[in-house]
């Protein structure tokens, strides 16, 4: 350590919070009006701490981080900083590349704060659930910043198939996705580019990715999750399939001992990928 600075030093020191646990810090990072996470911290902070983005689902145009503010806290328990980020809905005038933005914006917010609670600038681990494992996927193989992991449960990966479109027509959720595209879908054949532009398997890049889904899922079909691990693993992308057998849409997190599972398989991903 001979020759630093003893003001870089702090840098490398403990921060410890007195707050109650129980506390999260509501901030706005953006100037709309769903511009907004929650921060989530743990007692002890420093700059090895791991930093997870957390993004809810809701199939693009429903919901917000009250959706994944259970696991926001139970992940901050295990030690973790997380950011529970919202993001605007998909519209006619906003799409796929708006909600990217959105937590671009998020994660440059989360970085500023990192002066005052102590933890990382950069390098951060991303998480979501249906359609935030969807954006979490799609930021993480698209952006330039530093991720170090994803992980995306039951995540819609591959939305540019007859077969994936009528599967999501016939739930009643293509209007989601031809705003989400900002294209129509005409019912039948091939869909055009555009739905492949929002596709994360073909988006994929040497991002080390967790995916868990479950065999029973009655929204997103868990094959999207094999095909989309087959892809990454044909491409040497270091990754991982855990397979929550009969679970559904879910995938067990309603449930203890599969919650346990799945939020213990969450904390070695990142752990193993600091």
């Known amino acids: 350590m001979k020759g630093i600075p003893a003001i870089a030093l702090l840098f490398f020191t403990t921060i410890v919070f007195s707050q109650n646990k129980e506390q999260d810090i509501h901030l706005q990072y953006g100037v709309e009006k769903q511009h907004r996470l929650d921060l989530y911290l743990p007692d002890t902070i420093n700059t090895r701490t791991p930093v997870l983005i957390l993004i809810h689902g809701g199939a ?128 039948k054949g091939k869909p055009n580019i555009a739905f492949t532009a929002i596709s994360p398997y073909s988006q994929i890049a040497n991002i080390p990715t967790l995916l868990i889904h479950g065999t029973d899922d009655p929204l997103v079909p868990y094959q999207q999750s094999v095909d989309l691990s087959a892809l990454l693993q044909k491409n040497n992308v270091d990754s991982k399939l855990i397979t929550m057998a009969g679970k559904g849409h879910d995938v067990g997190m309603n449930e203890p001992d599969s919650e346990k599972i799945v939020l213990d398989s969450i904390v070695d991903w990142i752990n193993s990928h600091l």
Request: glycine share 8%; aromatic share 10%; charged share 20%.
């Open 60 to 187: 693009w145009m429903m919901g917000g981080n009250e959706y994944t503010e259970k696991h926001a806290r139970d992940l901050r328990d295990k030690g973790m900083v997380v950011a529970n980020v919202d993001y605007r809905y998909v519209s006619d005038e906003v799409h796929a590349a708006d909600l990217l933005n959105d937590i671009d914006q998020a994660i440059d917010f989360v970085s500023k704060q990192s002066v005052t609670y102590g933890y990382s600038q950069t390098g951060y681990h991303i998480a979501g659930v249906s359609a935030g494992a969807h954006l979490a996927l799609m930021f993480g193989y698209t952006t330039s910043r530093k991720i170090k992991s994803i992980t995306a449960l039951c995540a819609p990966s591959r939305l540019d198939t007859e077969e994936m479109l009528q599967f999501i027509q016939k739930n009643g959720l293509l209007p989601n996705i031809e705003l989400l595209a900002n294209a129509k879908y005409s019912g």
